[in-house]
């Protein structure tokens, strides 16, 4: 491929372009499922809207924070930057290099294969072989690479394009929520009495966080954003308020449809929902919604998480092919491939359920990265903020995100299941950690890549 070790990316995406990065990241396929188990764990519809409702409150103080560090530094792999500049160049390599070998690359994994056995379900109304199931998948996976090789517009006409059929998707179960009079509701029994415990509530909560995550790939992405330290900020804020809305609407409409025995006692909850009204089609409506789901999250795996790999590289931190943009493209063309490569391997290597365990262990070290990047905002406000502004709000605001996101980490660890595969995200930063002491410690003169 042509391509050249120093090249700039180009600045062609637009506000609803760097919007539809937010809420494409956000919205995947956990809506779809995830508020089964934020019922099962706070015991009544009314505890669960209230998890989802603190939630969104994490999610708003998360994108305030981060809305103010991508005006701070509107530059390509805008994370990256904001650790290395507060913290130094070890734990913004340590970040880069977990988000890429577990977050991004496992992520990925999953939700091909996630969204290849939706799709096939949507075709074929039954689940297929494992072995055509990963096919699909691994297809999927290298026809996106593709895509956000040849351009970043075509990935960002993509990732619109998913996002807006996926808020149709979202939009339709509400609108029938809305539509369905009481009488038509089905009679399910009684919840059990459960009094909600501030126990319980955390525990939903630190779910729905999870949910609510993705919002920081658009700063990512801030290397190829027009006027970005304007426009990125009010996508971010625009982006997760939309995602709140959307998150709070479908949440109503599961209990409309189904009350609250039925959410918590779902096997399929978005298909059991559009069963109430479309009897048989149900099934592969709601697979056609998860599969179009998961494929606009996939592409926004190879659309912003190549950036900051392409960042870290150039800046002197990571292996020098990574810091090569195709010529022709402006894209980070090696960056995307090792994504796609390393996603391929965990796909056919691993499989679902193994590789589940693998992301699973690793959630607590995303928080803990979020948490690091809340705290980097006070530090850069003090040093390079312009005069004159009043920062005070600003950095309760980060702060409070930070200790949300450590607390998240602390829900996380205490229940059993989590704990046991935690220890993989703990091998996951030592071998970051190792690598960066063979291979990069020395490299002391980072380049300039905005």
């Known amino acids: 491929m042509d391509s050249q070790p120093v090249h700039s990316l180009r600045r062609v995406l637009g506000f609803w372009d760097a919007t539809c990065v937010v809420v494409g990241a956000i919205v995947g396929v956990g809506i779809f499922f995830g508020p089964r188990d934020v019922a099962r764990i706070s015991g009544s519809s009314g505890a669960a809207m209230l998890a989802w409702c603190l939630g969104g409150v994490v999610a708003v103080l998360g994108a305030i924070t981060f809305a103010e560090l991508g005006r701070l530094r509107p530059v390509a792999g805008g994370q990256y930057h904001v650790l290395r500049d507060a913290f130094g160049r070890a734990p913004a390599f340590l970040f880069v290099f977990c988000n890429l070998t577990a977050v991004q690359a496992g992520g990925a994994a999953i939700i091909s294969i996630v969204c290849a056995q939706n799709l096939l379900v949507a075709l074929h109304g039954a689940a297929s072989s494992d072995a055509y199931t990963l096919t699909i998948a691994t297809l999927l996976t290298w026809t ?17 394009a998913t996002v807006a059929l996926k808020l149709l998707a979202i939009a339709a179960i509400v609108a029938v929520a809305a539509l369905s009079p009481a009488a038509a509701l089905p009679q399910v029994a009684p919840s059990p009495a459960h009094a909600m415990t501030l126990a319980s509530l955390f525990a ?239 490299q002391t003169t980072p380049q300039d890549t905005t």
């Open 144 to 160: 996106l690479v593709v895509v956000n090789v040849i351009g970043v517009r075509s990935g960002a006409r993509m990732q619109n």
């Open 204 to 442: 939903g909560v630190t779910i729905t966080m999870f949910a609510y995550g993705g919002w920081q790939q658009a700063m990512w992405m801030a290397g190829e954003i027009h006027d970005a330290h304007r426009t990125l900020p009010r996508a971010i804020l625009l982006g997760v308020a939309i995602v709140v809305v959307v998150y709070l609407s479908v949440n109503w409409a599961y209990f409309h449809l189904l009350g609250f025995a039925g959410v918590r006692d779902a096997t399929a909850l978005a298909a059991d929902a559009i069963s109430v009204v479309s009897g048989g089609l149900g099934r592969r409506l709601a697979a056609s919604a998860v599969a179009l789901s998961a494929f606009g999250v996939l592409n926004a795996q190879f659309l912003a998480g190549p950036r900051l790999t392409w960042a870290l590289a150039s800046d002197g931190a990571f292996f020098g092919i990574f810091a090569r943009l195709s010529h022709r493209f402006a894209t980070p063309w090696a960056a995307i491939l090792l994504l796609g490569v390393l996603s391929t391997i965990l796909t056919l290597g691993l499989g679902l359920a193994r590789t589940d365990q693998l992301t699973t262990g690793v959630v607590v070290v995303d928080a803990a990265f979020f948490a690091l990047t809340g705290l980097a905002l006070p530090i850069l406000l003090r040093r390079d903020a312009p005069g004159g502004r009043s920062n005070a709000w600003r950095i309760a605001v980060a702060v409070a995100f930070a200790l949300l996101e450590l607390a998240a980490i602390v829900g996380s660890v205490a229940q059993q299941d989590v704990r046991r595969v935690a220890l993989t995200g703990l091998a996951w930063i030592v071998a970051a950690i190792a690598t960066w002491f063979v291979f990069f410690a020395r």
